[in-house]
């Protein structure tokens, strides 16, 4: 269901792409003026207009202050930056949400100034916020209001940062997937898989002590040596076994904290956007599209606080590193054994002519 459905919604992305083009002529104060209201929330990253610029405009609104502009398009390039770092070891994307509400004359309300919400890594979008939805914390949408909240995904193209909106339209059809693949996965019992583009690191030495006690076993002096030699390899194909396992829930245990301490410093950057937008609301420094002598609001509650959020995915950072801790004392048990059984092997066969092993026995965690 999952990739059946992630083909329709990539289909989507790709024709939801635009640039906003700029002429010789365009001033940069004219940049943070709104687009129309109706205007279409698909965006692409532009060197030349700030994703901080297309923000606000695609959302209606427009910074006033000079120094606040600077502030705010200065977070949001910290987000930014935050986002690419925590993709650079991983073919994951980034979901974040941005978040506002119309009133029935068109006034927008950007609910505890928080506009800006992350929420997490994914294969895909629908992956992203499947998996968000695991922890039942989404409060519902503000009553009168009209949802106009998008999504924007995030992707890495080389050393690029690229973003594609999943815009307004298509929001309810998105978020009503992606609550039945979660079902689906609560239902089954389906844990997340860690990426299956992760390089992850094994011990192979088994497959050299196979062969050479295959190969050369008649080199020993006795068939009692002989016999011993043939259990000690399989005594070490079993220990690489084990090994081979806890090093990789170790592997995949230290992706997940990487990418958990990548969210918990997104969080707190959005935390920075929302205090911005929440002082330029309050200073009447925020004007809407739609009417500018209205005035923005703030006043109604953001379906999850960014706080409570922040403190949840730290509190799930520490448990991890303790995880992270106690696995790691198993790896480094079991590959002291490991090394004993290859260095009571290698004994079995000292000033004997077989040939070397080309691998690294273990790479320590």
Request: hydrophobic share 35%.
């Amino acid at each position: 269901m999952l990739s059946h459905t992630w083909v329709h919604f990539n289909s989507i992305l790709a024709l939801l792409t635009l640039s906003i083009p700029l002429s010789s002529q365009t001033r940069a104060d004219d940049l943070w003026d709104p687009l129309e209201p109706s205007a279409a929330f698909d965006i692409e990253t532009n060197p030349e207009v700030p994703l901080a610029i297309e923000l606000m405009r695609l959302g209606a609104l427009k910074l006033s202050d000079g120094k606040l502009r600077e502030h705010f398009t200065a977070e949001v390039r910290s987000l930014q930056k935050a986002i690419a770092q925590g993709l650079e070891s991983t073919t994951n994307g980034y979901l974040v949400k941005v978040e506002i509400y119309t009133d029935e004359f068109g006034t927008p309300d950007v609910p505890g100034g928080q506009l800006i919400f992350p929420v997490g890594e994914g294969k895909t979008p629908i992956d992203a916020l499947a998996e968000y939805m695991r922890v039942p914390r989404y409060a519902s949408p503000p009553r009168r209001l009209k949802d106009e909240s998008y999504y924007i995904w995030f992707k890495r193209e080389g050393p690029e940062l690229k973003a594609s909106a999943i815009r307004r339209e298509w929001r309810e059809v998105f978020e009503r997937s992606a609550f039945d693949e979660n079902r689906r996965r609560t239902l089954l019992g389906i844990v997340r898989e860690a990426d299956p583009n992760a390089v992850i690191t094994a011990a192979r030495r088994a497959e050299y002590w196979n062969d050479v006690a295959n190969k050369h076993i008649g080199v020993l002096r006795s068939k009692r040596e002989m016999e011993r030699v043939m259990a000690l390899v399989e005594e070490f194909k079993r220990a690489q076994t084990d090994f081979n396992n806890l090093y990789r829930e170790y592997q995949v245990v230290d992706a997940r904290l990487s990418e958990q301490r990548s969210l918990v410093s997104v969080l707190s950057i959005a935390g920075s956007i929302a205090g911005i937008v929440s002082e330029a609301v309050k200073s009447g420094k925020v004007v809407s599209a739609a009417d500018k002598e209205s005035k923005v609001r703030i006043d109604q509650k953001p379906r999850e606080e960014w706080r409570v959020r922040l403190e949840y995915e730290k509190n799930e950072a520490n448990l991890q590193e303790g995880q992270l801790k106690q696995l790691r004392i198993k790896v480094e048990t079991k590959g002291n054994e490991l090394q004993r059984y290859n260095q009571t092997l290698e004994d079995a066969f000292k000033g004997q002519p077989i040939p070397k092993s080309t691998d690294t026995l273990i790479v320590r965690p």
